[in-house]
């Protein structure tokens, strides 16, 4: 019997996960292109089983020379085994049909490199169909197009298994009876769908770059799948589009101050106080390459306002001409896309501007009552003028924070206030 040693074990148990995340969407990709999006469940199974005959077998006879060809192999075999076994399907079709089952069960399960990417992209589009919510659209990006478990897209969304489970299979079936197709759609329907699938990924980046979520792997992970996914599309010269591109320039210089927003504890650290030697300089230079193939045409999306911003705060020293600038991106991207996270961010540019009186008047109007990060800024405006209220702010940010290192921050700002008399 063949024994496997302990250092085996252990890259076993290291290979898999990291295998499942990479190649699992992959394989549930081309297989639901090859029999259809109503058997999306089929093609799940086929690729989870994939997997576990994967730990068993590995488990006793060591890792193969190629995992991943060894992945592919089974999950086509796998496929085909299916195919030949599937009675029930058998019975009920009529004979004229039953004679063309043996050229389907022939026909091969592509998994060639460019196979992958382009039903990859196809299941894109599918998925971030209208017909189904946003929240349901990350959630099955999550799961067929990342990779992720649904313990992991349950954390990312702050909820639990069965929410999670029953969002998904709702998504599904919706999607079966609209009988949505795994095409890659002509050029104006790219045109017309193109928007909520860049919103998808927008999301899907924002809930691992602003998440609450402690979890800091998973958020780095949610930014890096949507960076993956935003790729796919800019390298598709169909889909190779300014907002794609411009998107994805946003993204790159925001995860270029990864390193830097937090310390070695975890805990957020404000941009004023970032480490710009942690910044990193490859990401800056491909956020600004793809800033620059986003400048074609006539479209000005929200990507581009936002992706000229990220620049701006890439760039150091500050300077009043800098905050300048900015502040007047600000201004044009509220005109086109309000949201409370633009305008908060905008009435700090503001006080970088024209100082903090301006800003704590603009702040005052706005009674964001709810939200967390209204009262850190106006503690952070009155922090110097009026330490008093700076204080009551923070206080109350503090009983709005969710996440615990959020909550160490709060406290210490608090603490590190002037003594009041």
């Not at 190649?23 to 469940?41: N, P």
């Not at 349950?154 to 709702?170: G, M, Q, V, W």
Request: glycine letters at 4%; a negative charge.
């Amino acid at each position: 019997m063949h024994c496997v040693s302990t250092s085996q074990v252990m890259q076993q148990q290291e290979i898999i996960p990291h295998l499942f995340r990479t190649e699992y969407r992959k394989i549930v990709s081309v297989l639901c292109r090859h029999f259809g999006f109503d058997q999306i469940a089929v093609a799940e199974d086929l690729a989870s089983d994939t997997f576990a005959t994967a730990a068993q077998t590995w488990g006793i006879k060591g890792l193969p020379p190629n995992p991943t060809a060894w992945l592919y192999t089974v999950a086509k075999n796998k496929a085909k085994n299916y195919l030949q076994r599937d009675m029930v399907f058998n019975n009920k079709i009529s004979p004229e049909i039953q004679n063309t089952i043996p050229q389907f069960y022939e026909t091969d399960i592509d998994l060639s490199p460019q196979n992958i990417n382009d039903s990859q992209l196809r299941m894109m589009f599918a998925i971030c169909h209208p017909s189904i919510s946003t929240e349901a659209q990350i959630g099955l990006s999550l799961r067929i197009l990342c990779g992720f478990g649904i313990d992991e897209i349950a954390d990312a969304f702050l909820s639990n298994k069965e929410t999670i489970n029953k969002r998904l299979y709702r998504a599904k079936e919706k999607l079966r009876e609209e009988k949505v197709s795994i095409d890659l759609p002509d050029d104006k329907q790219i045109d017309e769908r193109l928007a909520p699938v860049l919103t998808t990924i927008y999301l899907l980046f924002n809930e691992g770059y602003y998440s609450i979520n402690t979890n800091t792997t998973l958020r780095k992970d949610l930014c890096l799948e949507a960076m993956r996914l935003c790729t796919m599309l800019v390298e598709n010269p169909r889909t190779n589009k300014p907002p794609v591109n411009a998107l994805l320039s946003l993204m790159c210089f925001h995860a270029s101050r990864f390193e830097a927003r937090t310390n070695k504890n975890g805990e957020p650290v404000l941009y004023d106080d970032q480490d710009i030697s942690l910044w990193d300089t490859d990401l800056i230079s491909k956020g600004a390459y793809f800033l620059n193939c986003s400048a074609t045409g006539a479209e000005l999306s929200k990507y581009h306002l936002e992706a000229t911003i990220a620049y701006w705060r890439t760039q150091k020293p500050d300077t009043p001409e800098k905050w300048q600038i900015v502040l007047g991106l600000y201004d044009q991207l509220l005109a086109l896309s309000y949201s409370p996270v633009a305008i908060l961010n905008r009435i700090y540019v503001l006080s970088k501007v024209n100082g903090k009186e301006p800003a704590i008047i603009e702040a005052e109007k706005l009674y964001l009552t709810n939200d967390q990060f209204y009262y850190t800024l106006l503690g952070e405006l009155y922090t110097g003028i009026d330490n008093q209220k700076a204080k009551q702010n923070f206080e109350q940010a503090l009983s709005l924070a969710k996440a615990d290192t959020d909550k160490i921050v709060l406290r210490r700002k608090i603490e590190n206030l002037p003594s009041f008399y």
